[in-house]
């Protein structure tokens, strides 16, 4: 057995910097950059270390200004906060009381007035899912397969994109049992605390409704693709490796590196750009937006109740389940798409086609003597009884007896106000969805996230 390599012994400063991973480091860098030239463009001549938290907050203003989100703002503050902890300039300006209050302050302002709401990534339909992947159909095969399977498995998963991209050969496989074919995933979790790695095993199946969605299929189509061309890739390779487009349309595809998320955002955008009918604020994270409301709500094979969501997307409380369902169901509202139809969907599915008086077809169920023989038995029952006045009713306010910050809007407010209000024993929910706590929802994901 050979001996081991001998490491030499890291520094306290390598090891603390250790904790930060390579996109914090670089998005510190950034922040850090743009306020030494922000200060510079305001206080010429003065040194960085020298600032004040005065300073600090008019750049975070600065960014806000120009459209930064708030959490972005709370990132770029971390920044400034490593930088000067790294000068050791003490006290820190940007850990001042006052950095601080300007950072809460813009959460309850952009929350009291729906700002961030509206800057969500825009929530992809299965639909607009399907257009997308149609118009993969333009680029070189390998690269094609290689996105019909990826878009499916991040919209059905639920899953961040930088799981996705993190998946190697040897974390999915296809497997078939008595039950049918599903494609077990093993995905290795981020945004995690703890620097443990920790994974989870996903299940997911074909949603045979929807072409778009037969995650198996295109597991084999991409398998198919990967034995035509001739390629001996390695167990531990990515599933989805990064490549370069060549000139002549041929990827150069390096299998010891994952994708890149600027490479795919690339892609998508210009598949967005080149039709007319998809929103061009698709983002990465819209599949994952999308994934969740489509298993609530559209789902046929694979339908999730709210508590179960939480579970398989591994969220901490139920604020985030209602702020991932919430904003598509309100935007469908007021979609221009929706508004040019003539007669809303109830309609559509209540009134069919039949045939009415005059021989023609139209879209009322009965016919007009029918209507007029229905109101005639209604008289003769009603015996000429007058009806009296009708009483006085107050009307109660929503405000009283429910807290609507919390109702995540719905397709089915019959469904939304059951899981999430009631409790019901008999389908597995021992309280209502308001009142789970943290440790609750951590016992439920083994459970439900290998289903």
Not at 13 to 29: K, P
Not at 90 to 111: C, E, M, T
Not at 267 to 278: G, Q, Y
Not at 303 to 313: D, G, I, S, T, V
Request: charged share 25%; aromatic share 10%.
């Amino acid at each position: 057995m050979p001996p081991k390599r001998s490491v030499a012994t890291a520094s306290k400063q390598t090891i603390e910097e250790s904790f930060r991973g390579t996109s914090t480091r670089r998005a510190y860098d950034t922040y850090q950059k743009q306020f030494e030239t922000f200060h510079q463009a305001n206080k010429p001549g003065t040194a960085l270390e020298a600032a004040s938290t005065e300073d600090c907050t008019d750049f975070f203003h600065a960014l806000y200004s120009r459209g930064i989100k708030a959490r972005t703002i709370d990132v770029a503050k971390s920044a400034l906060v490593a930088y000067f902890n790294s000068k050791r300039v003490s006290p820190n300006p940007a850990q001042d009381a006052i950095a601080r209050q300007y950072i809460v302050g813009l959460f309850k302002f952009n929350k009291k007035n729906n700002v961030d709401e509206e800057k969500k990534a825009h929530p992809l339909t299965v639909h607009e899912l399907s257009t997308l992947m149609n118009g993969l159909s333009v680029l070189h095969p390998f690269v094609g397969s290689l996105l019909r399977l990826l878009l499916p498995v991040a919209f059905l998963g639920c899953f961040r994109m930088s799981e996705v991209l993190n998946l190697r050969r040897n974390d999915v496989q296809l497997v078939s049992d008595g039950s049918g074919r599903y494609l077990s995933v093993r995905l290795r979790w981020h945004k995690k605390a703890n620097v443990e790695e920790d994974c989870q095993i996903y299940h997911l199946i074909d949603e045979t409704s929807y072409p778009c969605l037969r995650v198996c299929t295109f597991y084999d189509e991409y398998l198919a693709t990967l034995r035509a061309s001739g390629a001996n890739v390695a167990s531990s390779a990515f599933v989805f490796p990064n490549f370069t487009i060549q000139q002549g349309g041929v990827p150069r595809v390096d299998w010891h590196r994952a994708l890149e998320q600027t490479t795919l955002r690339k892609l998508i955008c210009e598949i967005v750009d080149a039709t007319p009918n998809l929103p061009i604020g698709i983002s990465l994270h819209s599949l994952r937006r999308g994934g969740a409301f489509y298993r609530v709500f559209e789902s046929n094979e694979r339908r999730f109740n709210f508590r179960e969501l939480m579970a398989w997307c591994r969220w901490a409380d139920a604020k985030t389940c209602c702020e991932y369902l919430v904003t598509q169901s309100m935007s469908n509202e007021i979609d221009p798409r929706n508004l040019l139809r003539t007669g809303t969907s109830l309609q559509r599915m209540q009134w069919t086609g039949t045939e009415v008086a005059g021989g023609g077809y139209g879209s009322l169920p009965f016919s007009v003597d029918d209507l007029g023989k229905a109101v005639a038995k209604s008289l003769q029952e009603g015996g000429g009884k007058i009806a009296g006045p009708p009483k006085a009713t107050k009307q109660l306010s929503l405000d009283g007896f429910v807290a609507q910050k919390t109702i995540p809007t719905a397709r089915s407010g019959l469904q939304a106000w059951q899981q999430w209000f009631v409790a019901d024993p008999g389908a597995g929910l021992v309280c209502a969805l308001k009142d789970y706590n943290s440790d609750m929802i951590r016992l439920d994901r083994k459970k439900f996230s290998s289903d």
